[in-house]
Nanobody
Framework: QVQLVESGGGLVQAGGSLRLSCAAS????????AAWFRQISGKDREFVAG???????IYNDSVKGRFTISRDSATNTVYLQMNNLKPVDTAVYYC?????????????????WGQGTQVTVSS
């Protein structure tokens, strides 16, 4: 079993930046695809950004040019750098790992999830 632990959420003013971290409790034995999702209360989780095993990335159109997903293989940590934050980015952010294939844009494809971290952007 792999545990994912997110950190880095908080309260920031519009236009500000935050960096979220997602640390895996142990190596999975093979490279995995990773992603960040976000969820507003009462709504489904929304795909934000995905990281392929080869380092390629994909993004939700709403965050392109503002968010960057990356991985530090040495520490088994995935990051989400969020710049120029907007109030509409306010949500609970979750990291996820997909062991085979991926990264998919649908949450059902993922094997492991973090507990979530709150990001609040004030206007």
């Amino acid at each position: 079993q792999v545990q994912l632990v997110e950190s880095g959420g908080g309260l920031v003013q519009a236009g500000g930046s935050l960096r979220l971290s997602c640390a895996a409790s142990r190596r999975t034995g093979r490279p995995y695809a990773a992603a960040w999702f976000r969820q507003i209360s009462g709504k489904d989780r929304e795909f934000v950004a995905g990281l392929f095993r080869n380092g390629g990335t994909i993004y939700n159109d709403s965050v392109k040019g503002r968010f960057t997903i990356s991985r530090d293989s040495a520490t088994n940590t995935v990051y989400l750098q969020m710049n120029n934050l907007k109030p509409v980015d306010t949500a609970v952010y979750y990291c996820a790992a997909q062991i085979v294939g991926g990264p998919e844009t649908t949450e059902g494809a993922y094997d492991y999830w973090g507990q979530g971290t709150q990001v609040t952007v004030s206007s």
